[in-house]
């Protein structure tokens, strides 16, 4: 190990966060829970298709279809079911339907890990239901296949109570389990005795570690007013504090055909990347939780296979640290870091014999040996997870190059500490009056390093599609001295006036409407080229490469029809300015070049340099090179691209 990695440690627990539920929650589960009503079957005219009538059933029942295509590519460890209630569809199998299912509930889709088949099984009912719909009598469609409850509705208590027990049977228990709850009925009953057991089923249910997310379909012709019956069921399980007011994590659909759009939006899971306690001053600690607003989706990772002859395996890789004079495993525990363990003689005290000393024998001039614990403490200098507040700055100073990387938001944590939701709210609305942001000493988790990080609050705000964001604060980190660099300042030629009102003028022609770019309007085009390609594949379907279309590419005609003209005269302006002519004088360089290194390398001689800590031996062309190959950042110096090509292969 050369003198420059010392210091690093090679262990899986560098990337343990605080937070352990994140690491045990990395499973996904997901069961729809969808309303077969009358109500839910009635059908009305297609918003997509012409002469075509379809139901709000329908239009769920394709939307969980979709995000289990989607999910399938993207977690295939994930599961999902689906339950519908209120119907009279019994199943021939009593054993598939779970040990306390309730009448006129039913289960569709028992929760199970994500597979091609289960998912083709939802798309042929729904093209055969789809088809029929092109017929004159539209009702002969799922009203046979889901025959809805005519008179009376399942007491919701039963449905709260049956995804109860349907989650216990299929769902991991270390997994983040939800209930994704579709209907249009805003009062299905109004008996005091039904209204407390649906309070108390839920109860149980949210215990029991599952969240309920509600999909409320409100249209014209049947508004849903949640104040009748949710408000009451609901509020006490999922707000946090009684003092709030409404359903913050309820979706009121008024178009059927957003109903996919908020489902997708919704799918991804909130884990927490830490929870620390947060001292506000001695004696006064709430407790906090993190969330990583931005988080970059990548392609999934490809695994080796192994080929038996008859069948394919999949081959595990891990790493093995091996003493090469004995040709063992060494047990990763017993690793020091620093120069290697030598035995040493030192003579008896007769001065006749030697004895060997075997330790931690340091050298002079060579340096000592630390565990990994010791370097744990290094790292942390001695600090404990958690966010410190030191004091309070005028938000105007925070400038907008002022971080390093992606802020973290951080809500109160009233598990942890009774009394941090108010306490943090106290502070949130304090700072916002005053236009205030704090200065933090974060240590996020048990072997990162301190950062000093802002603290920016930030209020709830609804808009006019009814997206909310949420009251918290973002946990900005802010660079040291040593992480700060100056811009190159080179002279230029000025522009004329001519010319910026020029450019002004085609400027202001194609400024966007919003004011500003939407990232949740333009997904990344590489991933929805690979997933399209891949769920394609899955499901044995023709894929068009032809009918990819990519969002993020300009619309030339729109933008030549409302400034082709002005760009033009711009254009022409700029040629008959006296700079134009005019060239740069740019920096001598030396006629002479190297011949360029040679920068490939397979990924098993990268893994050989890594298990034998020579990492810092290769290029900086080819660790870039390597790191491009499995889609990671090559920004940063030399030791940024040793850790990142180290953290991948310890993650692979």
């Known amino acids: 190990m050369s003198y420059d990695d010392w210091n690093k440690v090679d262990d899986e627990d560098d990337e343990e966060l605080q937070d352990t539920s994140f690491m045990e929650t990395k499973k996904d589960v997901i069961l729809f829970c969808i309303d077969c009503s009358p109500s839910m079957q009635a059908m009305f005219d297609d918003p997509v298709y012409e002469d075509v009538q379809t139901s709000n059933l329908y239009m769920a029942l394709d939307a969980a279809m979709q995000i289990q295509k989607k999910k399938v590519v993207v977690g295939p460890n994930d599961s999902i079911g689906i339950l519908l209630f209120n119907t009279t569809k019994t199943a021939d199998r009593k054993d598939l339907q779970g040990s306390e299912i309730k009448r006129n509930t039913y289960l569709f889709q028992p929760i199970s890990p994500l597979s091609a088949q289960t998912i083709q099984d939802l798309i042929h009912l729904l093209e055969g239901a789809h088809a029929l719909m092109f017929i004159a009598e539209p009702r002969e469609?799922?009203?046979?296949?889901?025959?809805?409850?005519?008179?009376?509705?399942?007491?919701?208590?039963?449905?709260?109570?049956?995804?109860?027990?349907?989650?216990?049977d299929g769902a991991p228990k270390t997994a983040t389990k939800r209930v994704f709850l579709i209907t249009d009925e805003d009062q299905p009953h109004t008996a005091p005795q039904l209204i407390t057991s649906a309070k108390t089923t839920l109860t149980d249910l949210t215990q029991a570690g599952v969240t309920v997310e509600p999909f409320f379909i409100s249209t014209e012709d049947k508004p849903f007013d949640k104040n009748k019956f949710y408000s009451s069921v609901l509020l006490s399980n999922?707000?946090?504090?009684?003092?709030?007011?409404?359903?913050?994590?309820?979706?009121?659909?008024?178009?059927?055909?957003?109903?996919?759009?908020?489902?997708?939006?919704?799918?991804?899971?909130?884990?927490?990347?830490?929870?620390?306690?947060?001292?506000?001053?001695?004696?006064?600690?709430?407790?906090?939780?993190?969330?990583?607003?931005?988080?970059?989706?990548?392609?999934?990772?490809?695994?080796?296979?192994?080929?038996?002859?008859?069948r394919m395996e999949v081959a595990d890789s891990r790493t093995l640290y091996v003493d090469p004079e004995r040709e063992a495993e060494v047990d990763k525990k017993s690793i020091l870091y620093g120069m290697h363990v030598?035995?040493?003689?030192?003579?008896?005290?007769?001065?006749?014999?030697?004895?060997?000393?075997?330790?931690?024998?340091?050298?002079?001039?060579?340096?000592?040996?630390?565990?990994?614990?010791?370097?744990?403490?290094?790292?942390?200098?001695?600090?404990?997870?958690?966010?410190?507040?030191?004091?309070?700055?005028?938000?105007?100073?925070?400038?907008?190059?002022?971080?390093?990387?992606?802020?973290?938001?951080?809500?109160?944590?009233?598990?942890?500490?009774?009394?941090?939701?108010?306490?943090?709210?106290?502070?949130?609305?304090?700072?916002?009056?005053?236009?205030?942001?704090?200065?933090?000493?974060?240590?996020?988790?048990?072997?990162?390093?301190?950062?000093?990080?802002?603290?920016?609050?930030?209020?709830?705000?609804?808009?006019?599609?009814?997206?909310?964001?949420?009251?918290?604060?973002?946990?900005?980190?802010?660079?040291?001295?040593?992480?700060?660099?100056?811009?190159?300042?080179?002279?230029?030629?000025?522009?004329?006036?001519?010319?910026?009102?020029?450019?002004?003028?085609?400027?202001?022609?194609?400024?966007?409407?919003?004011?500003?770019?939407?990232?949740?309007?333009?997904?990344?085009?590489?991933?929805?080229?690979h997933n399209a390609q891949l769920q394609a594949s899955a499901f044995h379907e023709e894929y068009d490469p032809d009918s990819f279309k990519d969002e993020t590419l300009p619309n030339n005609d729109l933008i030549h029809k409302r400034a082709g003209a002005l760009m033009a005269e711009w254009k022409k302006l700029i040629q008959d300015d006296p700079s134009h002519d005019l060239v740069m004088p740019t920096k001598s360089r030396s006629t002479a070049t190297k011949r360029a290194a040679e920068t490939s390398i397979d990924e098993a001689e990268i893994r050989s340099r890594y298990d034998s800590g020579t990492l810092d031996k290769l290029l900086v062309a080819t660790l870039k090179e390597f790191l491009k190959s499995k889609a990671q950042p090559v920004s940063g110096k030399k030791a940024d691209l040793v850790e990142r090509v180290s953290d991948w292969l310890n993650e692979h």
């Open 238 to 310: 999922m707000a946090e504090d009684e003092d709030e007011e409404g359903l913050p994590e309820s979706i009121s659909i008024s178009r059927i055909e957003d109903l996919l759009a908020q489902m997708r939006f919704h799918e991804v899971p909130k884990r927490a990347l830490f929870s620390v306690p947060f001292k506000l001053a001695e004696g006064l600690t709430i407790g906090v939780k993190g969330y990583g607003l931005v988080t970059e989706q990548k392609k999934g990772s490809y695994k080796y296979f192994t080929d038996l002859g008859d």
């Open 342 to 529: 030598k035995t040493v003689k030192s003579a008896t005290e007769d001065g006749e014999g030697s004895e060997e000393i075997t330790g931690r024998v340091v050298k002079p001039g060579d340096r000592p040996l630390y565990t990994a614990e010791e370097i744990r403490t290094f790292r942390t200098l001695g600090l404990e997870p958690g966010l410190k507040l030191l004091g309070f700055k005028d938000r105007s100073e925070l400038a907008y190059e002022d971080n390093i990387k992606h802020s973290q938001f951080i809500h109160p944590d009233e598990m942890t500490y009774s009394g941090s939701k108010r306490t943090f709210t106290a502070l949130l609305k304090s700072l916002v009056k005053k236009k205030k942001i704090g200065l933090i000493l974060a240590v996020t988790r048990r072997n990162s390093a301190p950062t000093f990080c802002a603290l920016l609050p930030q209020e709830e705000k609804v808009d006019e599609g009814g997206w909310t964001e949420p009251a918290g604060f973002h946990l900005i980190p802010l660079p040291f001295a040593d992480d700060i660099r100056a811009a190159p300042i080179d002279k230029g030629f000025t522009a004329s006036d001519d010319l910026k009102d020029a450019a002004y003028k085609f400027i202001n022609k194609l400024c966007l409407k919003s004011g500003g770019y939407p990232p949740d309007s333009y997904p990344n085009p590489v991933l929805a080229f």
């Open 141 to 168: 469609t799922l009203c046979q296949t889901f025959p809805p409850v005519e008179g009376q509705r399942v007491p919701m208590g039963d449905v709260f109570t049956s995804c109860n027990w349907v989650l216990r």
